[in-house]
């Protein structure tokens, strides 16, 4: 069985404010850490059947990558959903209202198309 192990570290500023996020997976091409402003990571537990949640962002995050990296996130949570559904119609109908959420988002956020 091959085994990964993903590293995150989070600097933290006196408050407990991220200040410097990067990441690291023994996996990768990388040798070397990569930096990230912002991660959201979602966990399941199947024990409680609920999610476990870290949403972090450095305070040096502007707020129109903020706004695109949201909406990139809406965009992949859909992809994901439907890969793990396995061509369920319903999802497919479900994720369909996703993504005239996800232009509507773009829309008011003001995420262009040019950024994408």
Known sequence: MKKAEI???????EKNVPEHITWESSDSE?????AA??????LWDPHYKNS???????????LDEMKRFFYETLQTLGDTFLRASGGDKMAEAVIGD???????????????????
């Open 52 to 62: 476990m949640r870290i949403d972090l962002w450095t305070k040096d995050m502007p």
């Open 37 to 42: 402003k912002a991660m959201f990571l979602a």
């Open 98 to 116: 996703l993504r005239d959420y996800c232009e509507h988002f773009a829309e008011k956020m003001e995420v262009t198309q040019q950024n994408q």
């Open 30 to 34: 990388s040798s070397e850490a990569l």
């Open 7 to 13: 590293k995150l570290i989070v600097e933290l500023d």
